[in-house]
């Protein structure tokens, strides 16, 4: 396969509590060698379980990451975690933006945007999560909607050639749905969050993932197209048989 590293992401959301959690890094730490280095895993728990997993997985070269962040580092802001203290916890990555914080949370591009840059200043690397809804699809403005997303989270930063940003594009209507993106459709996708990235000019090292309904039957599909750096997993990556079929799914596409 011609892609230098695959990234196949977890996305646990709120799917396993702490004792699942725990239990589940242990069980994967046990079959973790049978993956390659050149595909990098991070998982993505909730944030009680966060540090004893990371503890775990860290020892066999799987990152944790956050789910959210707050942006600033410390204070009166009762319920948040700021991107520090994440940092503090292990963190390597951090996910911003995903779907159900902006529809469900009401999360702005304005609040992405802070979130993003507290992320960075903490050396951390952002998923950067963007996608349209349904209606934003059928009225034509995905790709509008995506670069609204895309511009409003990243112009005008100042970073490095070096410095990783990770994007997914996980269409909301694809999310915890079954109704996966078609794999031409999101390669189209991602070839167009290429194009906006360029335009900004902006010196990082972004990798594209798909994210919205993947699973052990439907990731090669995704893996095997150019524009697609590796998937975001939700749901299929909390049950260990499926997140293990995934792998091994990549593992194989990688030793082609
Ligand atoms: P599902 O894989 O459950 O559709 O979730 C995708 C997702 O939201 C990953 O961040």
Known sequence: MKK????????????????????????????????????NVVVFPEALS????????GDVGVGVGAQNVYWLDKGGYTGEISAKMYKDAGCKYSLVGHSERRHIFNET????????????????IPVLCVGETAKERKTGKADKIIEIQLRSALSGLTLNAKKEIIIAYEPVWAI????????????????????????MAIKANFKIL?????DSGNVSAYLIKKTINGVL???ASAKFESWYKILKTAEKLNKK
């Open 4 to 39: 230098k590293q695959i990234y196949i992401f977890a996305n646990w959301k709120m799917y396993l509590d702490y004792d699942e959690s725990n239990i589940f890094a242990n069980r994967f730490s046990n079959v973790v060698k049978e993956i390659s280095k050149e595909i």
């Open 50 to 57: 966060l540090y004893t997993v990371g503890q775990v997985l």
């Open 109 to 124: 591009n304005q609040e992405v945007r802070k979130k993003l840059e507290a992320i960075l200043s903490k050396k951390m």
């Open 176 to 199: 915890g749905t079954g109704q996966a993106c078609d794999a031409d459709e999101a390669e189209r996708m991602h070839a167009l969050i290429a194009k906006i990235v360029k335009k």
């Open 210 to 214: 798909y994210g919205g309904s993947v």
């Open 233 to 235: 997993v939700g749901g």
